[in-house]
C-alpha cells in the first residue's frame, strides 16, 4: 500500500525550514528518502530503520515514529539546491533495501 | 565511477509491438532493481535481484513483463505486446548494500 506524503507542494524562500511528511498504515521495518530533480533520476537522501538506525550522505535530518508508522525529513536553512521532488519509500519486510514502494512525493520549490 | 547505465534511453513503439530495454548496474553492485514511473508518481518497484536470482517481482512481471539478469550482470527487462498505458519512464537502479540505491537515468517509454 502506498505511502502518503504531505504536504503535496510547498514553496519556500532560500534560507526557510521545510518538514516533508511520510505516513503508512502498514508496519514498516524501514523508510527511505530520495531526491528527484526534474529530468533526472532520483538521489538518495537517507534511510531510517526500526530501531533508530539512520543512514544519510547529506545535511539533511529525518526521524521514524515506529508505533505511528511516520516519518518525516527536516530540511533547514534550506539552498537553491534543495529544489525537486522528494520521495519517502517505504519496506515492510526487515531485510533492508528489499522491495520499496514509495509514495506520490513531495515537490519542492526554493525561490531566492 | 560510471553509473548505472540504461539503453535505449528512448524508445517509441507501436501497440502489440515487444520491446526490450537492458541496464548496466555499477560494477560490483550485487543488488538490482527495476522501476517504472509515470508523470507525477514516485517509483513503481516492478523486480528485484540479487546477483541472478530474481527475488521479488509485482504482479505486473506475471504476465507481458519478464526480468533476467544472465550471470549477475547486467539486467533485461521486456514487455511483451505493449499497451498504451505501458507508455513510463522505467528505472532501473543498483545497490551495493542494504540501504542505497542508485538510480540510472531511465528509458522513456512510447506506445502508439
Known amino acids: 500500500q502506498q505511502p502518503v506524503q504531505s504536504p503535496q507542494a510547498v514553496i519556500l524562500r532560500e534560507g526557510e525550514d521545510a518538514v516533508i511528511n511520510c505516513s503508512s498504515s502498514k508496519a514498516l521495518y524501514s523508510v527511505h528518502w530520495y531526491r528527484q530533480k526534474h529530468g533526472e533520476a532520483p538521489v538518495f537522501l537517507m534511510i531510517?530503520?526500526?530501531?533508530?538506525e539512520q543512514k544519510g550522505h547529506e545535511k539533511i535530518s529525518a526521524s521514524f515514529n515506529e508505533k505511528k508508522q511516520q516519518s518525516s525529513l527536516y530540511l533547514t536553512a534550506s539552498q537553491l539546491s534543495y529544489s525537486g521532488t522528494y520521495f519517502c519509500g517505504t519496506e515492510r519486510k526487515g531485510f533492508g533495501n528489499e522491495k520499496l514502494t514509495f509514495g506520490t512525493g513531495t515537490r519542492l520549490t526554493i525561490i531566492p | 565511477d560510471t553509473g548505472v547505465s540504461q539503453n535505449p534511453r528512448h524508445k517509441i513503439t507501436k501497440r502489440g509491438q515487444n520491446v526490450t530495454f537492458r541496464c548496466d548496474p555499477i560494477?560490483?553492485?550485487?543488488?538490482l532493481y527495476w522501476y517504472r514511473q509515470t508523470l507525477g508518481q514516485g517509483p513503481e518497484f516492478l523486480t528485484y535481484?540479487?546477483?541472478?536470482?530474481?527475488?521479488?517481482k509485482s504482479r505486473l512481471l506475471s504476465d507481458r513483463f519478464s526480468a533476467e539478469r544472465p550471470k549477475g550482470s547486467f539486467s533485461t527487462l521486456e514487455i511483451q505486446r505493449t499497451e498504451q498505458g505501458d507508455s513510463a519512464m522505467y528505472l532501473c537502479a543498483s545497490s551495493p548494500s542494504w540501504y542505497e540505491q542508485y538510480f540510472g537515468p531511465g528509458t522513456r517509454l512510447t506506445v502508439t
Open positions: 560494477s560490483e553492485h550485487n543488488r
Open positions: 531510517l530503520l526500526k530501531g533508530g
Open positions: 535481484f540479487q546477483n541472478e536470482a530474481q527475488l521479488e
